[in-house]
């Protein structure tokens, strides 16, 4: 099963967060607690404060934050990595990604909308708050009100996100021990995917609601697809693009060996009825993927941080290389 990869690379994060952790510390989050079974701290710790660095200046913290809030849908995604399960969190969809619904049970999901829901994170009763200055700065005032808040700045690379964030926290140590078992799955999915399909060229397709959207190498979706797990993408996709919007009509011009296709929420009926619909057309039925069964359907909410979140990354390793290997035995 695709999940069983993937339950094996969570297990080994946890097992190396850890053996990352001092022997002497005994600060350890409620949150933490939630998702390791380790007991609460004391009171005295949880009163224990630390001034930090921020894009909106220095500000006192918690040195151990017992309720932690993440805003944007990535950050989240980074606290768990870090061994840390927030009490709540924005979200696009409904319901959590698979690798989240167990220790996110007990999240409140409070919405994607552009501002924050303010009274569902006071009801939350959050001693800290961590969210991306790009998303954040506007309403910077209005959360500060609520508890600590710490806005960090906007990086390409989620990588330099999560260092951000465990800098914060203190967990240096852990987030480079996340990048280093990433790295390692990434090498082993490129390369179980090499041996069976060796340089056949793949096209990433995103099926969204009202367009058809092809991913390149140039963007974070693309780019884990050709350049993490190395697999080939069409010569005749512009190098300058980053992702196209296209038409039915004009899909056979990218005629791949493989066609990777995503519904971007697979629950949408008016998505997957545009699917559907495609699937009838003749032009789908004679593209050279599709004549030599080489589609692979994968997940929707489970790749939606794809490119941006090493549990997403993870997912999707796992989730490529099992659909490969059904259909390339």
């Known amino acids: 099963m695709k999940f069983k990869g993937f339950t094996m690379v969570c297990a080994i994060l946890i097992l190396l967060m850890i053996s990352a952790c001092s022997p002497t510390s005994q600060k350890v989050s409620s949150s933490e607690a939630q998702a390791t079974g380790a007991p609460h701290s004391s009171a005295a710790e949880a009163d224990k404060v630390k001034v930090v660095h921020t894009e909106m200046g220095d500000i006192t913290i918690p040195e151990s934050p017992q309720r932690v809030i993440a805003l944007s849908v990535v950050y989240p995604e980074f606290l768990y990595a870090l061994g840390i399960v927030p009490v ?19 999240t409140l999901k409070m919405g994607i909308a552009r501002t924050p829901d303010f009274e569902a994170i006071l009801d939350a009763g959050p001693d800290l708050i961590i969210a991306p200055v790009w998303w954040s700065k506007k309403d910077y005032d ?3 009100q609520i508890a600590p808040t710490v806005l960090l700045p906007e990086h390409n ?16 140590e852990q987030a480079e021990q996340v990048i280093q078992t990433l790295e390692q799955h990434e090498k082993q999915g490129a390369e179980t995917l090499h041996n069976l399909i060796g340089d056949e060229t793949v096209l990433y397709i995103r099926v969204m609601e009202k367009e058809i959207i092809l991913h390149g190498e140039n963007i974070d979706r693309g780019r884990f697809v050709h350049k993490q ?3 080939q993408p069409l010569p005749n996709f512009p190098e300058s693009e980053t992702a196209m919007s296209v038409s039915l009509e ?3 011009e990218y005629d791949a060996d493989h066609l990777i296709v995503q519904l971007d929420d697979e629950t949408n009926k008016e ?6 619909e495609m699937l ?3 032009l789908w039925k004679n593209l050279k993927a599709v004549k030599n069964d080489h589609v692979y359907m994968v997940g929707g909410k489970e790749w939606f941080n794809l490119g941006m979140s090493p549990l997403a ?11 490969f290997k059904e259909k390339n035995k």
């Open 142 to 144: 209005q959360l500060s």
């Open 229 to 231: 797990l190395g697999l």
């Open 250 to 252: 004009v899909l056979p």
């Open 157 to 172: 690379d989620w990588r330099d996100e999560l260092r951000g964030i465990a800098a914060i926290l203190g967990k240096e």
């Open 88 to 106: 709540a969190v924005q979200n696009y969809h409904s319901e959590f990604p698979a690798y989240l619904q167990d220790p996110f049970s007990n």
């Open 271 to 276: 998505i997957k009825g545009k699917f559907d």
């Open 313 to 323: 990354d993870s997912y999707v390793i796992d989730d490529i290389v099992a659909a």
């Open 280 to 282: 009838t057309t003749s």
